[in-house]
């Protein structure tokens, strides 16, 4: 009988697709993560189908939109009812664990998740803070409510837990999330990767206004602190003799606007924001390929379960796209649904309003309660400086951009409402599920930028 296929899935939060050398990017040194992508497959129309942290950890757990799984924005506790990727490994003989950021446990972004069902099936090891940023003083819980403080810079420390895990599990399949919270800001790292990014040569994408150097390099040397923290995990896992029985796979929740088109963050339908890397590793992978399919949030995890044999619900959003990693025909979606269904916190503050979507191989459309936004051409406009939306000549284009849009939205019952109606959802669920600066809120106060911070 064959020998399960380990699970280790590493992702990074707010670290966009463009920022790998592999990617095409030669001002970013990612040599651990260019070798992953030599080793196996890498998606290059990898969407962050709801590109902000909660939501998108949400979706990536369970294989089915924040309309199915109720995660509409961050810092609301997921429901109880959602299976998730932790149980379905565990519920097929996979020893579980958990590592990093996790920002599914509520409003308490320091509190305690204790063990049962709020782990969501990761009950064999689990080091795990809600959501902290603070990477030079920060800390994790495991079995008790007492915080662990880490000494040193986070990603290295959570790199370190996650190699004992690896360690003590070599005899039994396992199943390893590990959640860095780098390269989100804020834009720190220890003074050796620091060092290696002049801000006065690193080179800006042609859609920035302003001087965003400093802020991209420190960038970088985030991300390239990060590929030495994966190059660790990886040779952990070829030392241990465990490379031919595990599949890696990289990738990242979204991406960072990082000035281009005058933004910041994320929760934007721009490139920066919801191209996300995808490099995966493992049994019948065809070294050094890659494949254009779309790729969406919520088929990463029915993916991960067709390429590693683990069952699954029958009722994921999601599509096995695991025949396209394989480089063998198979599904081929026409487009992925992307979008921002409550815009609270940075998109908020920045005025960008909530907006529905799709992102097909070509194009991006985005519309808001008002009607059109956004229309580019990505293979002609790759840094989307010129919107189509009311050019005369795009209008046959947009009809059938919009017809995308709305199969996706009926598919989910999606009614595009605007955001009091999720947060009435939110707040119904009472304090232990949504955070302080939303009870109470309403949508006018919303529209004028009030909340409770």
Request: glycine residues 10%.
């Amino acid at each position: 009988m064959a020998r399960p296929i380990n699970l280790l899935f590493i992702f990074a939060d707010q670290m966009r697709g463009q920022a790998m050398g592999c990617a095409g990017n030669p001002a970013v040194s990612t040599p651990n993560l260019d070798r992953l992508a030599a080793q196996g497959v890498r998606a290059t129309n990898a969407i962050s189908s709801y590109p902000v942290c909660g939501p998108y950890r949400a979706s990536l757990l369970t294989g089915n939109h924040v309309f199915r799984n109720g995660m509409y924005f961050n810092d609301i506790l997921l429901p109880e009812h959602n299976r998730c990727v932790g149980s379905m490994f565990s519920d097929a003989g996979y020893a579980t664990g958990y590592v990093g950021k996790w920002h599914l446990d509520g409003p308490n972004r320091w509190g305690f998740t204790p063990p049962g069902w709020r782990r969501r099936g990761f009950d064999d090891a689990w080091a795990v803070c809600n959501c902290d940023h603070n990477y030079f003083n920060a800390f994790y819980y495991t079995d008790s409510p007492e915080p662990i403080e880490i000494d040193g810079y986070e990603p290295d420390h959570h790199t370190d837990l996650a190699m004992e895990f690896i360690r003590a599990r070599r005899q039994d399949p396992f199943c390893l999330f590990v959640s860095y919270g780098t390269p989100h800001n804020p834009l720190v790292a220890p003074e050796e990767w620091i060092g290696r990014y002049d801000p006065t040569q690193v080179p800006q994408r042609p859609n920035i206004e302003g001087n965003h150097r400093a802020d991209i390099a420190a960038y970088y040397a985030m991300i390239s602190n990060l590929d030495w923290n994966v190059g660790r995990l990886l040779q952990q896992i070829d030392a241990i003799g465990l490379r031919e029985d595990t599949l890696v796979v990289f990738t990242s929740d979204h991406g960072d606007m990082l000035g281009s088109q005058g933004q910041e963050r994320k929760q934007r339908p721009w490139e920066e924001s919801i191209l996300v890397p995808f490099i995966a590793r493992g049994p019948d992978l065809p070294a050094g390929s890659r494949t254009d399919a779309l790729l969406s949030t919520v088929d990463v995890l029915p993916t991960v379960l067709g390429l590693t044999g683990v069952s699954g619900p029958d009722d994921m959003d999601g599509i096995d796209l695991s025949m396209r990693l394989r480089g063998e025909e198979g599904p081929d979606p026409e487009s992925t649904y992307i979008m921002d269904v409550c815009a609270a916190g940075e998109a908020l503050h920045a005025g960008v309003p909530e907006w529905r979507g799709v992102r097909t191989k070509t194009h991006t459309y985005a519309a808001t309660h008002d009607g059109g936004w956004l229309l580019y051409d990505n293979e002609r406009d790759p840094y989307q400086r010129h919107n189509l939306i009311d050019h005369p000549g795009s209008r046959e284009l947009r009809a059938s951009l919009e017809a995308m849009v709305d199969r996706h939205r009926a598919a989910l019952q999606d009614e595009f409402r605007e955001a009091a109606y999720y947060l009435e959802i939110a707040q119904r669920a009472g304090p232990k599920a949504c955070p302080s600066r939303l009870e109470g809120v309403t949508m006018d106060d919303l529209r004028k930028g009030v909340t409770n911070e």
